[in-house]
Nanobody, 126 residues
Framework: QVQLVESGGGLVQAGGSLRLSCANSGRTFSIYTMGWFRQAPGKEREFVAAIGRSDSTTDYADSVKGRFTISRDGAENVLTLQMNSLKPDDTAIYYC???????????????????WGQGTQVTVSS
């Protein structure tokens, strides 16, 4: 069983930083492809970042590349998203997700992911 719980969201000024965490109470993260997605008000949920079964494999949406960093601590079963230089356009609910099938070549597609967290709100003020 996989249960994902996000934390770390909040209100921050533009240019600031936040660190999101996603804890898994089930099997270890290290065997999954993991992703972060976000949904802004009135918009579709979109891909943000993903990390493959090999932690050296990562991918980022163009809109966050160079500002966000995805990582995981397999021993602690925690996935993180370090977000720097935040912009008002980053305001959204952020979700973590787990792909048990490790379909890395499809990691930008939401339908690939088997489990989702409940989301954490990130608000960036101008």
């Amino acid at each position: 069983q996989v249960q994902l719980v996000e934390s770390g969201g909040g209100l921050v000024q533009a240019g600031g930083s936040l660190r999101l965490s996603c804890a898994n109470s089930g099997r270890t993260f290290s065997i999954y492809t993991m992703g972060w997605f976000r949904q802004a008000p009135g918009k579709e949920r979109e891909f943000v970042a993903a990390i493959g079964r090999s932690d050296s494999t990562t991918d980022y949406a163009d809109s966050v590349k160079g500002r966000f960093t995805i990582s995981r601590d397999g021993a602690e079963n925690v996935l993180t998203l370090q977000m720097n230089s935040l912009k008002p356009d980053d305001t959204a609910i952020y979700y973590c997700a787990a792909d048990l099938g490790n379909n890395w070549f499809l990691h930008r597609k939401q339908t690939v992911y088997d489990y989702w967290g409940q989301g954490t709100q990130v608000t960036v003020s101008s």
